[in-house]
T-cell receptor, first 117, second 111 residues
Framework: DTGVSQDPRHKITKRGQNVTFRCDPI?????LYWYRQTLGQGPEFLTY????????KSRLLSDRFSAERPKGSFSTLEIQRTEQGDSAMYLC???????????????FGPGTRLLVL | RKEVEQDPGPFNVPEGATVAFNCTYS??????FFWYRQDCRKEPKLLMS???SGNEDGRFTAQLNRASQYISLLIRDSKLSDSATYLC????????????FGAGTQVVVTP
């Protein structure tokens, strides 16, 4: 399978616990994005990486959220001290884009569905 | 005001009929436009990019109106398998690839 993969697919946790999600992008893709989607809404941008550099973070990404892409390949998204409002689908997407291009296609992984009790 | 707005629907469409719906975007710096399809509890999948001159992919036709800042999608000869939520997606040159998603338009094709 050469698509974007995410692990785990489902996570149930208690409020206050820390959780970590992993995303493996399509291998030749240099960009990796994290989105959050709640019921009835479209995905909301959280952050993105170009290779290993984290280039932009949304205001939605509070200090409890941290993302890494240490070697420019897979990425992790950690949520510390989870709250019930963090319950959502966390989607990862990847793309290949050169600096001078503005058009790119993002390919999404299957998502990690988080439920905070 | 949301940056990308869509009619949530649902649009109930008899099989074989044509359905069309729009989305509007607020950022005039938007440069890239897409329609993604999302099935229930699945990830979004690219349906088609939208180009300035409009484009067609089989039964799907997308149009872009920059002056009025809206994008449309038309589905001809609807199939049961077209039932899904269609997400309007916009990217801007000033956002380094960040995409803005609408909340989606639900289409239900009925036999």
């Amino acid at each position: 399978d050469t698509g974007v993969s995410q692990d785990p697919r489902h996570k149930i946790t208690k409020r206050g616990q820390n959780v970590t999600f992993r995303c493996d992008p399509i291998s030749e893709h240099n960009r990796l994005y994290w989105y959050r989607q709640t019921l009835g809404q479209g995905p909301e941008f959280l952050t993105y990486f170009q290779n290993e550099a984290q280039l932009e973070k949304s205001r939605l990404l509070s200090d409890r959220f941290s993302a890494e892409r240490p070697k420019g390949s897979f990425s992790t998204l950690e949520i510390q001290r989870t709250e019930q409002g963090d319950s959502a689908m966390y989607l990862c997407a990847s793309s290949f884009r050169l600096a001078y291009e503005y058009q790119e296609t993002q390919y999404f992984g299957p998502g990690t569905r988080l439920l905070v009790l | 005001r949301k940056e990308v707005e869509q009619d949530p629907g649902p649009f109930n469409v008899p099989e074989g009929a044509t359905v069309a719906f729009n989305c509007t975007y607020s950022n005039s710096a938007s440069q890239s436009f897409f329609w993604y399809r999302q099935d229930c509890r699945k990830e979004p999948k690219l349906l088609m990019s939208v180009y300035s001159s409009g484009n067609e992919d089989g039964r799907f036709t997308a149009q872009l109106n920059r002056a009025s800042q809206y994008i449309s999608l038309l589905i001809r000869d609807s199939k049961l398998s077209d039932s899904a939520t269609y997400l309007c997606v916009v990217g801007t040159t000033d956002s380094w690839g960040k995409l803005q998603f609408g909340a989606g338009t639900q289409v239900v094709v009925t036999p």
